[in-house]
């Protein structure tokens, strides 16, 4: 009979602890990624959320803050308020609060308002509103003014203005954006039987220049265009008092040259000009331009189409 010789082999302690604690580790990383997962599922749910609750705000302020025409309340409200909407920058195709005179409010009603609330809204036709530089090109500087700045104020001034007298408006520059000039001949082009474009700028010249004040128009030898520069130069200076530098004729300007219905430039005023630029600068100033462009396109189209 063999004897067979056993062994006491000893348990590798080591080893038992390296798979302890890698267990240990793998349990924790799952751990880790489900509090992870959990998180990132509650904070989509919370983003969602607060957009939908924004969502939700901005539909219910602009719902309560939509502006109409006068004309859309003609029959329900005998008086409005012309709101201040120039500095919006949004494209609003309404520039009218509807208001209902009492003894707190009689100071805020609008009189021209009044004045024109018989005009059937949209029936003069489209005027074309195109704001000048914009974005990255700020234009002309002077007199702590920026021209871009001024030309989208008075746009939307203008904008009032023509839709208060009964045209329709489109803007080619309703926000501080850049657009490119064969952009905004393109945008006009694509426009159905607009009665002519408007495009407001600012003047400027260099010191070696000289000086130089009053306003101007710019545009293309096309029928129309002239008709139109003389006649809003001449309206516009005379109700704002300012110098008439008359119509002048370039090839080479984009939205005049490029574009089919009579358009010009119109040159506010020089922002180099102390004086010029103190006026410009001033609200009450750019209202009464505005209502002098509209002027000269009332005068416009009375005698260009109407004959």
Known sequence: MSSRATYNVPYDTSERE?????FIRRRKRKRLMVIMSFFAVALVLVIAIIALTVGLIKKLINEHNEKMTYNDYVGQYSEIWLVDNSNAGKGDQGAFFVIEQTDETKEK???KALKYKDIVPGSKGLVIV????GGYDGGAEGNGLLEKTLNLEISYLLKDELLLRGYTVH???P??????LTQRASIANSLDNPVCLISIHQNSLDESEGSASGMESWTYDREGCKELGDAVVEATAK???SNNRGTHFRKNLVV?????????IFECGYVTDKSDAEKLGNRAYQEKIAEGIVDGIDNFVASFYDN
Request: glycine share 10%; net charge positive.
């Open 175 to 180: 926000t501080d954006e850049f657009v490119g």
């Open 171 to 173: 803007m080619t520059r």
């Open 18 to 22: 390296r798979r302890k604690k890698a």
């Open 256 to 264: 005049t040259s490029k574009t089919t219905m009579p358009a010009i």
């Open 239 to 241: 109700r704002t008092g």
């Open 109 to 111: 009603v609008n009189a």
């Open 130 to 133: 195109d704001a000048g530089h």
